[in-house]
């Protein structure tokens, strides 16, 4: 879709809220697009029964018209097919022609509650508040009507603008919100990175803390980007906020994605919802430095393989219940602050000993400053593996073991609005390619070479990083850049440049006079 529409549409919705809290009029825009996609689907199922009923060399074939009517109401037509039955009262263009109406919001919720009732997947998923909505009135069947136009006349697209336009908003919403915003929200080209570099094809796909879905949509991305099938992974999510676990339940949905989310919103220390689950990639943002997790209470628990976290920071709970969770040749990416990579404090540094004496830290990549809409916190990337024997123990690359790579990503992406930062495409691909040369040099059949480039990324063998203290900082390690030699002699140089230095400090003691002379000029000494 066109990114100066998707804008366009923006700019009018947030025209519409007025004065009403971002956070609140979250749900309404983000419901009502729901909404259409899954009337859209509908309608598009409906002209494709319609053919196939009148098509005789169809399956579906009725010879009777008089019964086409008739079948275009049966629902299971519709979930043969996976599209949601969306009863005639619930259906957008019933509701359009009644957006002018006062009680535009009552009839919302009343067509959402007809949708829950006929479509048991979507049970407490949908956000029923529009009757009691703080908007100036009007303003809904305006929002009605605007929401209207995305996909207008696109046919069989539509219901991928849709999405696209979803998930455009939920990166608005985030930056509208600031830091609450980040509680739902990762940034898009930090989770292309983790995309990239784990490469999901086929398996089973988890994020403990999966706010609105967004590893789950790149991931699906990446897949068919590289010719393979959304089908091809299985989805498993979980997140405590109720509020959030609706928006990533919706942001699936509205892609037509199958996920198992658990049974309800939960705290993924304490009620677990995949308790056997071994994934084959887990990518992960939890929120950094949590102090309130309720440690003390989980002090024996069977995920802590690498010693018990501190009660006063959930950091290396999240690691360890990602390794928990890993599958024999799992792979993980997660972000989290920048503490995490150095910090000795209470249990810390003996659990990043610990993993790293098992090998199954596998790259770790520092981030520039404010990618993220919910803290200026410094960020890592740590990328953890079950087996780093590559293609010898079943998976893929080379025999990684007794080795971590580290990447100083500090200096890349470029600001995308005053105060917060975005990775481009060129920014992706030298983190991801790094990393796959790395894990390929050698590899039988591989024309990949991997190489140290100082300043940027460098492979470390375990007895180095021992000799630091276990400390994880890619900065520690990959050096200084290399500079450009202009064959200027040292001793021409120091000449040069301390005969530059005493012509700045002569003309910064005349400046000094100048300005303490028309200071006392004005009855002021210093």
């Keep these: ?9 923006w700019a009018a919705a947030d025209k ?27 309608d598009e199922r409906r002209a494709q029964l319609r053919a196939a009923f009148a098509d005789a060399t169809s399956d579906l074939h009725l010879p009777d018209a008089a019964d086409h009517a008739a079948a275009l109401e049966e629902r299971d037509y519709y979930t043969m097919a996976n599209v949601f039955w969306v009863p005639a009262a619930a259906r957008w263009e019933s509701l359009r022609a009644q957006a002018k109406q006062a009680d535009i919001g009552v009839r919302i919720d009343l067509a959402l509650e007809a949708i829950e009732a006929d479509n048991p997947r979507l049970k407490g998923i949908l956000d029923k508040r529009f009757g009691r909505a703080q908007l100036e ?3 809904l069947g305006e929002l009605v009507d605007l929401v209207s136009t995305i996909g207008f006349g696109e046919g069989h697209r539509a219901k991928d603008l849709l999405g696209e336009v979803y998930e455009y908003f939920l990166g608005q919403f985030a930056s509208a919100e600031g830091k609450k915003g980040g509680q739902f929200y990762t940034p898009a080209s930090v989770v292309q990175v983790l995309v990239e570099v784990l490469a999901p094809h086929q398996g089973r796909v988890y994020d403990p803390c999966c706010g609105s ?17 959304a089908g091809d992974i299985s989805i498993y999510g979980q997140e405590a906020n109720p509020t ?25 220390f304490h009620r677990d919802q995949h308790p056997d689950l071994k994934a084959d990639y887990i990518l992960a ?24 976290p501190p009660p006063g920071n959930a950091n290396y709970a999240w690691l360890q219940h990602i390794l928990h969770h890993l599958g024999p040749r799992g792979q993980a990416g997660v972000v989290l602050a920048n503490g995490s990579m150095s910090s000795n404090q209470n249990s810390e540094g003996a659990i990043r000993r610990a993993m790293v004496e098992a090998d199954v830290v ?36 080379r025999d990684r073991r007794g080795e971590v790579l580290f990447i100083d990503a500090r200096k890349l992406g470029r600001m995308d609005t005053r105060v917060t930062r975005v990775f481009d495409d060129a920014d992706i691909a030298r983190i991801a390619s790094t990393v796959r040369r790395w894990r390929a040099d050698g590899e039988a059949g591989s024309d990949e070479t991997y190489a140290d480039v ?8 375990l007895s180095e990083i021992a000799e630091h203290g276990h400390v994880l900082t890619p900065g520690r390690y990959v050096g200084a850049e290399a500079t450009e030699d202009d064959d200027e002699a040292f001793g021409e140089k120091m000449e040069r440049l301390t005969a530059q230095l005493a012509e700045q400090m002569a003309k910064g003691a005349e400046l000094d006079a100048v300005i303490r002379e028309k200071l006392g000029a004005m009855g002021y000494a210093i």
């Excluded at 967004?214 to 099938?229: D, L, P, T």
């Excluded at 940027?456 to 063998?461: E, S």
């Design 1 to 9: 879709m066109n990114h100066d529409l998707k804008k366009t549409l």
């Design 16 to 42: 519409l809220r007025s004065s009403m809290d971002a956070a609140e009029y979250k749900h309404l825009v983000l419901g009502l697009i729901f909404l259409k996609y899954i009337s859209d689907a509908f």
């Design 137 to 139: 009135p009007g303003k």
């Design 213 to 229: 879905g967004g590893m789950f949509v790149q991931s699906e991305k990446f897949i068919e980007a590289h010719g393979g099938k």
């Design 244 to 268: 959030t676990w609706r928006l990533v339940a919706m942001n699936l949905a509205i892609r037509g994605f199958e996920a198992n989310l658990g049974r309800e919103p939960a705290d993924t």
């Design 285 to 308: 943002n939890p929120p950094f430095n949590i102090s309130d997790w309720g440690g003390e209470r989980l002090a024996d628990d069977r995920r802590w393989a690498y010693g018990a």
């Design 362 to 397: 596998d790259v770790m990549v520092a981030l520039p400053p404010q990618l993220f809409f919910n803290t200026q916190i410094p960020a890592c990337l740590w990328f953890l593996a079950r087996d780093k024997r590559g293609a010898a123990g079943g998976g893929r690359g």
């Design 454 to 461: 100082p300043g940027f990324c460098r492979a470390v063998k």
